[in-house]
Nanobody, 123 residues
Framework: QVQLVESGGGLVQAGGSLRLSCAAS????????MGWFRQAPGKEREFVAA????????YYADSVKGRFTVSRDNAKNTGYLQMNSLKPEDTAVYYC????????????????WGQGTQVTVSS
């Protein structure tokens, strides 16, 4: 069992940056691969990025590749999503997720989820 809490969301102008954090507690964070997802009003929750347990492998949705960077600091039990060059279409509630097994973009396979943090990008 692991509990996840996102933070770092807010309101930024297009072209700006935000860094989201996902703090984990409970079981050892390094035992879990992690994913980031986002959900805009009226839309399905969509994949953003994923990172392996040790941080050696990352995977990004095409829509954010080159702009977002996923990372983790297992010593701090925290995952991060650095978001640069933000666009209005990035506006959504962002969620972190974790699973003992690599799940990548497969949303329905992740066992653990945070509560989400709002990111709003103005034009």
């Amino acid at each position: 069992q692991v509990q996840l809490v996102e933070s770092g969301g807010g309101l930024v102008q297009a072209g700006g940056s935000l860094r989201l954090s996902c703090a984990a507690s409970g079981h050892t964070f390094s035992s879990y691969a992690m994913g980031w997802f986002r959900q805009a009003p009226g839309k399905e929750r969509e994949f953003v990025a994923a990172i392996s347990r040790g941080g050696g492998n990352t995977y990004y949705a095409d829509s954010v590749k080159g702009r977002f960077t996923v990372s983790r600091d297992n010593a701090k039990n925290t995952g991060y999503l650095q978001m640069n060059s933000l666009k209005p279409e990035d506006t959504a509630v962002y969620y972190c997720a974790a699973d003992p097994v690599w799940r990548g973009s497969r949303r329905n396979e992740y066992d653990y989820w945070g509560q989400g943090t709002q990111v709003t990008v103005s034009s």
